[in-house]
């Protein structure tokens, strides 16, 4: 079956002159089989037969012509596509100017207006018909959000990993200059989202951006990563290490960007970046400086937290108290309390890594029931403890949490052991929390349950303690251990001796 369409077939033919009937020739024709695939020739059909309901058969035979070139170009640069939607605009239009050059066409021309007494530059036929080809397109569909070039993460049909106490909406590929690079990326992006954290996957955006750029500058010609080499990246190496940028911790940048090569060269078939950026690339990991809060800077603290609102002073000494990180602590929900064999205990879910129950102290089961019960006042059921002010329906940001705690260290000038300004250290309190274990001469394993770490060799250790046997163990640690916390709350008398007095300690 012929895979043509005759111009002499068309509805707009029978009202064409004989003498522009004779200009065509016998049997001009658009012919679908010069496009390499099905799908890009039921795209171009389309295209035809909506033209063809508002043109001259004259028109569409100059047009005919025009989709000539279209098909010239594919054989040359474009036998690789299955769609017409595989390249975009910008993509189609710099490599059909490429193409008109090459064999001596002009870009534009002057056409004479008002009777000839002006004229006006204007585009190159080829380069119009392909303009309103796209324009055909692009108004068929809507644009799929992975083929933008700044992604709502939202609206992808994935189930993103990511700390909803620190969110990101989007993720943005403009800065990505090479238009083929940028395509390659989008496809490794949409798959690392499938399995990675989104602030990973951010990471690798800033490795990408930062090698683009050094490639519109070095080497301008490179457009796909199918250029890129061994010998390039080295030079990338030197780069890093002789310029003066912002840091020269790079081992986490080039780790990120060793995967972004892997995955390209999987997904492409492009075999050199598979060893691309070698082991001995990546700088060895410099062992970070294990700081922890003394139990006099701890109290100095504590102290001026009763000058913040109180239901972000219970949620500092909460996170105290529970040893989290600051994630967890913003994430608990509002039914974590579950009480068994006269104990309480909390459910925690680990934003990094898996969710775990522990036994509580009565004090902080205490303190965690009456923000349960000031944020139902406040805003009725929620899914949180601690709350958006403007979206109940969304767990308290860092952020915001943040700016409240650091506004409060400036405006009362509080100081650490060596005179300096303190910063917001969410994180030390889970380190003075696991010193603390340590120093009542606890085995590996109950550290590691009470932190809620997770390891091989702690599963079957796990496995064998039941909540009572546990209980019964960590009792007397948690007591001594809340004592030593509350010990430092200057400030707070006054609550917890109400606290001490409740019912549910008799």
Known sequence: MENKI????????????????????????????????ETMQEEMRAFIIERSENLTVNML???????????????????????????????????????????????????????????????????????????????????EETDKDIWKLESLEIDLKEDITRPCRTINFTKIIQTDIRQELKKVIYFHLQTEAVGCVQKEMTAMRRFSKYLLEKFPKIESCADLNRQIFEEYLIYLKTEDLK???????????????????????????????????????QQAEFKVYSDNELKRLNAFLVKVDEQTARLMIIHQMLGTRISDTLTLLSDCLTEKNGETIIWIRQMKTHS?????????SALIKKAIQYTKEKFGETKYIFVSEKNPDQPMRYSTLQAKIVQLIYKEDIRDDQGNLFGFGTHMYRH??????????????????????????????????SNQVLADETRK?????????????????????????DDCFK
């Open 432 to 465: 003075y929390y696991g010193v603390k274990l340590t120093e009542m001469h606890l085995d590996d394993w109950t550290i590691a349950r009470l932190l809620g770490h997770s390891s091989v060799k702690n599963v079957k250790y796990y496995r064998r303690m």
């Open 356 to 364: 775990y129950e522990k036994i509580i102290s009565q004090e902080l």
């Open 477 to 501: 640690i948690r007591n001594m251990l809340s004592d030593i916390i509350l010990a430092n709350l200057d400030g707070w008398g006054e609550e917890y001796e109400q606290i001490r007095q």
């Open 61 to 143: 035979f100059r047009e005919s012509r025009l989709y000539n070139h279209l098909c010239k170009l594919i054989m040359a640069k474009g036998y690789c596509l299955n769609s017409f939607y595989d390249w975009n605009r910008e993509k189609w239009m710099h490599h059909m100017k490429g193409w008109l050059l090459s064999k001596g066409h002009p870009l534009t021309y002057k056409e004479k207006i008002l009777a000839g007494k002006r004229e006006i530059i204007v585009k190159a036929p080829t380069l119009s018909y392909l303009g309103k080809f796209l324009d055909f397109l692009e108004a068929k569909i809507e644009q």
């Open 247 to 285: 840091t020269k911790q790079f081992r986490a940048e080039l780790t990120r960007l060793r995967a972004v090569f892997e995955s390209i060269g999987n997904i492409y078939s492009y075999p050199q970046l598979k060893e691309i950026v070698l082991n001995r690339d990546i700088p060895p990991t």
């Open 6 to 37: 005759y111009i002499k077939q068309l509805k707009s033919y029978q009202f064409a002159s004989e003498s522009v009937k004779k200009r065509m020739g016998q049997n001009p024709c658009f012919d679908l089989d010069l496009l390499p695939t």
